[in-house]
Every structure is written in structure tokens, then in C-alpha cells.
């Protein structure tokens, strides 16, 4: 069935409300929460660990969890946002957001921490691809890459200050603190918003596609569960083998189902548009070779230099501030030279920034994790603009959440399978090479409580209070073999960056065109 869809707007734009630049204040405001709530929560890790008595699979769900959460939820809150209004579903996203923010503080079990993780990325990905939608529904089609820009850059502003608010609070109150942080600038979010956004939708979608929700959500489920489980359970291993047939097998009735059902949650048509297709898979590399890459490096900085989460955070710093100018610049060059040679470009400088951290040292200095993390800024913020801005603008605004989702969730899915493949390979590395680091006292620690230095060591750390000199042996031997492994880490985001540098060869820019029919079914 072929219906034509119209965009419906329940109030005309005014001084305020519906602005574009103000919409842009508006939706930044509460995605700034998200922002601060991912990099706090990478500089409180360590501390977690150590309060709650978490393991490095407890720490990588209380990451993963969240972006599963998010992964599997994100078209279908796009769609939610076609149906019933982006604005609306924005703002419950933002209130829910805050409120699980404030039970993750007042929670006292890894357990239940990973349960609010989960659900607090439900709440966020309600709001994410309606942000989208809206600044894609509020901008003119040819200033719509000097958007993404500008938002990129109020994203680097939260970033970059996210390690230090996060270090602060770790430092001097408590882990808690870095979600309560959320509570406020959530009521703040959700203020502006109900003042300047201006609501819109889809007039004629009339249901969502439950069975498609079922489908997709099993066919995300499957692939990531077995991905972060296989580290475990061994990748040849019988119930890794039947999560993935599940991929394949539910992913294929989901896809079977989109090009029946009248109303498909995720219109197949979509990716008929290659630079949509081409941008999906950027979006994933890039969150793949980034997310997967920066999970060690907190562990790197703490436990093999010892720094305090502060000082964790400022080492940090150089990135994220770099997005702040690297940004706008992305937008700027993407309107002139176009995203195929700006994208590429990116990446190439992407993979250079991760050979650099390839390289790092147990002694490295600030300067020496501070040129990578400048160039991965500029190598980086290309990549997500233009990444963003080829799939929102190629797809009709009737599908502007739709798209919108389908761009979030491509990265928060590369970030899950990087952070779950790349902590393999690296925990893999390290229990491969952890003996030989150790020497001939190796063959005399007893097959337990080398598992359990291996464990310490994937982090960078040792036990501590070991008698001297053995203390100093496996200290040096744990933050040798983290090196061996995060090299390993960065050399795969290495080739990886470069892969997506080629893809980027094949990309088109986006061309918003307003009232084009769309056709589904």
C-alpha cells in the first residue's frame, strides 16, 4: 500500500517558539544531560568497581546495558515521534531521563544500577531522535549542515565538561553525584522545551507496527547478547553460536515483515537512498573504532598512572574541547567541499590519532595522550556531522524521527559492539601475555588466582598489599600486559577508522526536500 504523507504543525512559528536557533537551544539542553551523563559515568567506573564490588562485566553492562537499551528502542521512538509528536515525546523522554538519573543515585547494588542504566537509556532514546527531528523540521534544508555542526559543538562543550564536573563530584562527594547532576539540567531541558519547540508530526500515520517493535527488538537483543557474552562463554561455544542464528534468523522475518506490512516501523525504502545506507554503516564503524577504544582509556589512566578521577578527566580534556571548535568547523567544510572528501578526510585523521594511542607508553605524558585526543576531535567531528546530517537531510521529513533513530541507533550500536569486541580482544591479550610479563614466579601462582590477576590486570591494575618484591613483579607485569592489550585495542580502531574512510568515498550530501510524498508498503 502507497500512502502519502504530509508533515502537520500544530502551531505556526512564532518569535520563539519554533525558531530555529532557539529550537536548537531547546532540544541541546537536553541532549547536554546525555552528553554529561556518558562521560561522567566513564570517569566514576573505577570507583563503581570499587564500592559495589563490580566486576569488568558488570562495568562493561552498566555501559552496554544503557546502549542496548537505547539500540533497541530508538527507531521505534523515532516513530513514536512521527505519530504523536516529536516535541511531546522529546520532553517525556527528558523527564524520564532525569527521574531514573535520580533512582541510579539513590541505588545501593550493581545489579539495580544496571536495571536503571537500562531503563534510563530507554528515556534517552526517546528524546535523542526527536531532538533530530525537530532541529530537521526548524532548519531551511541548506543550513541544515551548519546545524549538525552547531550541535556538534554544544555536544564537545558538554563533553569536555563532562570529565571535569564528573571528577570533581567523584572526587570530593560521591559516584552518586554524577547522576543527580542530571535532575537539574533535566528540569531546566524540560522548561525551555515546553516554551520554544514548536510541535510536529506526521498527519497521516495512524498506528505503530507492535510486531516490528517485537522483531527488531529481538533481532538487537540477540546480537549484542551474544557479542558480550562470547568473551565467556567462548566464541565457537553452542549458545553463542544459537544468539546469532537468532540474529540472522529474526532479523530476516523483521525484514520480511517491513516490506509487507502497510505502516512499516522501519520504512525499507529508506535505504534505497545510498548515502542513508553509507551513513548508517559510518555511523557504526566510527562508534565502533571510538566507544570500544575510549572504554580502557579511564583504566589506563587510573589504574596503570593512578591519577584521581579528576585528574583523569582534565587528561581527558583535550578531545572533548577540541570538538568544540572542530564542529563548526565540520560544518562549515561540509558546505563548501561536501561530505565525501570532509567525511574521509576525518577518518583518515581519525585513524592516525588511533595509531598515535597505539603507541602509548606506561610512561606516557600529558602531551603524549594530548596530540591523539586534538586530532581525534578534528578527526571525529567531521565523521558525526556529516554522518548525521546525509541521513536526516536524505530522508523526507515525514520520516524525520524515523531517520533520526536509525542514526542514533547506528552509533549507540557500533558503541555497544565496540566497547563488548574491542573489551575482548583486549582481555584476551592481556590473559595471553600477563605469565610471560610475570616470569618464572608464573608457574607458581596457583590456576585461581591467575584468573584473578588476569581480571585485575584487563583493568591495569594489581592486587593491592602484595610483600615485596613479588608486589612490584605482578604491578609492573598487570600494567605491561593492560599496554599489550589497549595496543592491540587501538590498532584494530586503527583499521577500522581506515575502512570507514574508504566508505566515505561513496556518500552523497543531504537534500532536504519539503512536502515530497513518501511512499510505504
Known sequence: MAQALAVHSDAPAGRGKGHPWMTLLAVSLGVIM??????????????????????????????????????????????????????????????????????????????????????????????????????????????????????????????????????????????????????????????????????????????????????????????????????????????????????????????????????????????????????????ILVAFSMFGAMFFLTFFFQGVHGLSPMDSGLRMLPMSAGMIVASPLAGVLIGKLGPKITIAGGMLVTALAMFLMSRLSVEAAFIDSAIPFVLLAFGLSPVFVGATEIIVGNAPEDLSGVAGG?????????????????????????GEVLPGHIGQAAAAIPAEQMEGLKGLAAVGMAPPGLPEPMGSVITKAAHLSFMDGLHLGFTVSTGVAVLAALLALFVKAGRKTEGAPVHMG
Open 406 to 430: 536509525v542514526q542514533q541507533s547506528a552509533m549507540q550500536v557500533g558503541g555497544a559492539l565496540g566497547t563488548a569486541i574491542l573489551g575482548a580482544i583486549v582481555s584476551a591479550k592481556v
Open 34 to 283: 546525555v552528553m554529561l551523563d556518558g562521560t561522567v559515568v566513564a570517569i566514576a567506573n573505577p570507583v563503581i568497581q570499587v564500592e559495589l564490588k563490580a566486576s569488568l562485566a558488570d562495568l562493561q553492562w552498566v555501559t552496554s546495558g544503557y546502549l542496548l537499551a537505547l539500540a533497541v528502542f530508538l527507531i521505534t521512538a523515532g516513530k513514536l515521534g512521527d505519530l504523536f509528536g516529536h516535541k511531546r515525546i522529546f520532553l517525556i523522554g527528558v523527564a524520564g531521563f532525569a527521574l531514573t538519573s535520580l533512582a541510579i543515585g539513590l541505588s545501593g547494588t550493581v545489579g539495580a544500577l544496571i536495571a536503571l542504566r537500562v531503563l534510563q537509556g530507554l528515556f534517552g532514546a526517546m528524546l535523542q531522535p526527536a531532538a533530530l527531528a525537530l532541529l530537521r523540521s526548524a532548519f531551511p534544508g541548506d543550513k541544515l549542515n551548519m546545524a549538525m555542526g552547531a550541535w556538534g559543538a554544544i555536544i564537545g562543550l558538554s563533553s569536555a565538561g563532562g570529565p571535569i564536573i564528573g571528577g570533581l563530584l567523584v572526587e570530593n562527594v560521591s559516584w552518586q553525584s554524577v547522576f543527580f547532576i542530571n535532575v537539574p539540567v533535566g528540569a531546566v531541558a524540560l522548561a525551555v522545551g515546553v516554551w520554544v519547540l514548536k510541535e510536529s508530526r506526521a498527519q497521516m500515520l495512524s498506528r505503530i507496527d507492535w510486531l516490528g517493535v517485537v522483531l527488531l527488538s529481538g533481532t538487537m537483543f540477540s546480537l549484542v547478547w551474544a557479542i558480550i557474552k562470547a568473551p565467556d562463554w567462548g566464541w565457537g561455544d553452542g549458545k553463542t553460536i544459537a544468539f546469532i542464528a537468532a540474529t540472522v534468523v529474526i532479523g530476516g522475518i523483521f525484514l520480511f515483515w517491513q516490506s509487507r506490512v502497510s505502516e512499516p516501523l522501519l520504512p525499507l525504502s529508506l535505504f534505497r537512498n545510498s548515502s542513508v545506507s553509507i551513513g548508517t554503516g559510518l555511523m
